[in-house]
């Protein structure tokens, strides 16, 4: 049974979804997975992750943006000045990367001076360190804190701990859920295709998080209960690198004798290993705090984590039995782009075949791309 | 002094690309002295002595076996004289080698690119992280701050992965109070780590002495600003690329105070006597970026051949505040923090668009600007951003147009010299 066109992945093919539009909470973007969401579900608001999804070209946002620049955050942006994402009603931006974080300014500047458009809309910013410390720690804390404060005052709302502790245990379960569905993938057979958990992740990153655990439960019993896939001529491919937020991407490497098994990716393993602390004595804010700062796996802005990024590979190779691994990025990222250098040169001594290719966000050259994938799966043993 | 070379007694040369630095400077100065008249590019024949100089002693002082430190151009040279060492700056060498050497340093940036190094990610890094690959290089500690791009923290870890101890101070994001707190509390951390790494004690009151010095030019730098008001523009296109390449190479040294004295003097002449350099002053432009630096003959080109002044680059009219050397530790590093974080590039990548947007608005019309030439460098995303928002604000508050140029500031392949002067001339005929 095919499950890329159930009603919750289908969310992930598309930017508005009915759970959104038919909501009367505020619906808020964020454009990177360090914005602690759990702060923003306290303040009664909808976190929605910014993606670019279907959008496959960049005229308008050309003007604004360089070509050096990445692809999907222009493609974000492109769907902003054609009004996709007109029903923001907040912005929140941390300097994740040099294209993202500029979007603090540009949607400000350009996106919501746009002629006809009248809606205020409030813009956060964060600024988070580059390295792991017990000081960067205490910076980030005191972002945070200030995050709280202001989201008071602008949305007019309180948030106490026991609001925050709900939302604590709300992402919990949602993350419970995620990784309790990935681990399936795991299995000799696994029980869902790399397309189909990148739509959960997606999905689950696009609704309120209450309407995500409904359906994550929903879908874990299918899966649970589904035969597993028939592999035999597939490789078994770990996906890392620059975001991935178009289920073709992952289609085009699977419909070439791959199966994705398991990934590092900002829409996949990078938000769901690690839970909030519930049993410690600190207040649920600097756990928020801790959670997100420490993150395993964290992102190549991490200056000093890369080794820990290394391990979490090597221990994903291990456990889900990887043949194979595909190092991605898109064109201009150069977090990921050096990230993926090491690793190309780390991975040799693991005997592991690994492809280090870059990409667009919208990939029109199908089919050199997809013959690109297929020599690396036949020299797979 | 302890380090890897004394310890184990090798004497391996350590800095061979400072050696290639040394020999090509020291023949482009000797160049310059005997073949050109006297007044025309002087400050190539200044600025080629000073770094010469500074050069000359960093490769003695290596053989002798002081520690080398490698630094980002980001992280100031003078905060590194609490010890006995030598600093290499990482970009400085990359480029200032990208602009002597005939044949540029290109070999080495194909070197990383065979190595898995992304084709669009900065030159600036690549070539030294080229040398370091074929050995030419051997640091025994980098030191780099955390900004300001993405490719700083995305190509030093290649550092440490040659193992190369890499010291990392934490650069916040935003320009607040707090920030040079803790920028501040991270510098002196980070001296303190490094000084464990080489096996020395940082000696504050030895810094401060370098810091010292660097408070005397920031004084000098911003009267040979405010001559550049003056029409015609008493500075000729050269000093920009130059004063860049002393400012990096010789910062916190008596050289560079007397590479902008000297040059002050001669500006200050011309000044005097209304005259201008090269061809009629015709067009005043101002660069909010870089110039190039493979071919820094297109300095001379503007000069001479279109009669266009390029007023000042980024690291031409951008200076941070001088240091308080008298009051205690904490203070010393909050203003050296804040000096770091004001520094050129690293103010307009560490804060929002709108105060480099503003500060352009104002210098175009405090400069009498004709004309704006952004270039576009392929390795700064930050950047990437800004030139369109720039060229409307321009358009609409002073109007004047804005050249965009996409380049390789680091690489002729890129965009050539020739497509480059060409844009330029075909621009500079709708601007007169």
Known sequence: MQLRDDPFLSIANKIPNKYIENNKRNIVGYYCTYIPEELLEAADLIPFRIRATGNEDTNKADTYMVRFTCSFVRSTLNLALDGVYDFLDGLFVCNSCDHSRRMFEIFDMVVFKREGFNKNVPRFYIAIPHILTEEGYQWFYGEISELKNNLEKVYNVKISDDKLNDTIKLYNRNRKLMREIYELRNLNHPKLTGTEALQLAIANSSVPK???????????????????????????????????????????????????????????????????DSNSSKSPLERIAKRLYYRNPSCPRSMDDHKRRLEFVKNQIKIANVDGVLLQRITNCD?????????????????????????????SDYTRFQTRIEAFLEMIR | MTNRNVLSGETENKLIPYEMVLNSIGSTRELVERILPKGEIESLKIGAKAIEQIVRTSVEKAKQGLPVIGHHFAFQREYLYCFDCVPICIEGTSYLLSALLPDGVERFYDVMLSWGHPFHTCTSQKGVMGMTLEDLFSFDA??????????????????????????IPDIPYLHEEKSYEYYGEQLRLSLEKLGKIIGQEPDFEKMKKHIEIENQVNSVQLELLELRKAKPSPVENMFNAISAGVAVFASGTPEKLDFYEKYLEIAKKRYKKKQEYGKEERIRSIWPYMLIFFDLSLCEYLDREIGMSVLFDIFNYNFSNTVNTKGDLDTLFFD?????????????????????????????????????????????????????????????????????????????????????????????????
Do not use: W
Not at chain 1, 221 to 227: A, N, P, S, T
Not at chain 1, 341 to 354: A, G, N
Not at chain 2, 142 to 163: G, L, M, V
Not at chain 2, 371 to 384: D, I, N
């Open chain 1, 210 to 276: 209450e309407i995500a655990n409904r359906e994550l439960e929903r879908l874990l019993g299918i899966f649970r209960e589904r035969e597993g896939l028939n592999i035999d001529d597939k490789k078994r491919i770990l996906l890392i690198g620059s975001v991935v937020d178009n289920a073709k991407f992952t289609e085009l490497v699977e419909s070439s004798g791959a199966i994705i098994v398991s990934d590092n990716l900002c829409f996949g393993k990078k938000t769901i290993m690690e839970d909030i």
């Open chain 1, 335 to 363: 977090l990921h782009g050096c990230d993926n250098m090491l690793f190309e040169h780390e991975l040799k001594e693991l005997d592991v075949p690994v492809f280090n290719i870059d990409r667009e966000n919208f990939q």
């Open chain 2, 142 to 167: 980098i030191i780099t701050p955390t900004a300001p791009c993405d490719n700083t923290f995305a190509s030093y870890p290649f550092f440490e992965y040659k193992d190369v101890p890499l010291v």
């Open chain 2, 336 to 432: 050296m923090a804040r000096r770091g974080m004001n520094f050129p590039m690293m103010k307009e990548s560490t804060e929002f668009y709108y105060p480099f947007i503003e500060n352009c608005v104002q210098l175009a019309k405090d400069f009498s600007a004709d004309c704006f030439v952004f270039t576009s460098h392929l390795g700064c995303k930050q950047f990437g951003s800004v030139p369109q928002v720039l060229r409307e604000a321009l358009r609409e508050e002073v109007g004047i147009p804005m050249l965009i140029i996409d380049l390789d500031v680091g690489d002729k392949r890129f965009t050539s010299t020739k497509i480059i002067k060409d844009k330029i001339n075909m621009f500079s005929k709708t601007v007169l």
